[in-house]
Nanobody, 116 residues
């Protein structure tokens, strides 16, 4: 059974940093692209970032480019999202996700609140 479990969310002041983690199990983690997405209160889901299976290619939404860094440790079956220079508009529930055809798999999410 595919499982994705996020952690690391919390309350942080504007300009602060957080590091999210996503522990994966039930599939060959190192063989699949992984992504982060988020959903802000009252809004639809937004793609944030994707990393390829080997970890050497990364992609970011314009809204987070230069502030967020996606990475992975295939030996630990773990995906990360380092979030720096956080803004109030980054407040959302953050999800890790993967596509293992024909299904998309999502974790339960971890909440990030950016507020003074």
């Amino acid at each position: 059974e595919v499982q994705l479990v996020e952690s690391g969310g919390g309350l942080v002041q504007p300009g602060g940093s957080l590091r999210l983690s996503c522990a994966a199990s039930g599939f060959t983690f190192g063989s699949y692209y992984m992504s982060w997405a988020r959903q802000a209160p009252g809004k639809g889901p937004e793609w944030v970032s994707t990393i390829n299976s080997g970890g050497d290619s990364t992609y970011y939404a314009d809204s987070v480019k230069g502030r967020f860094t996606i990475s992975r440790d295939n030996a630990k079956n773990t995906l990360y999202l380092q979030m720096d220079s956080l803004k109030p508009e980054d407040t959302a529930i953050y999800y890790c996700a993967t596509n293992i055809l024909p299904f998309d798999y999502w974790g339960q999410g971890t909440q990030v609140i950016v507020s003074s």
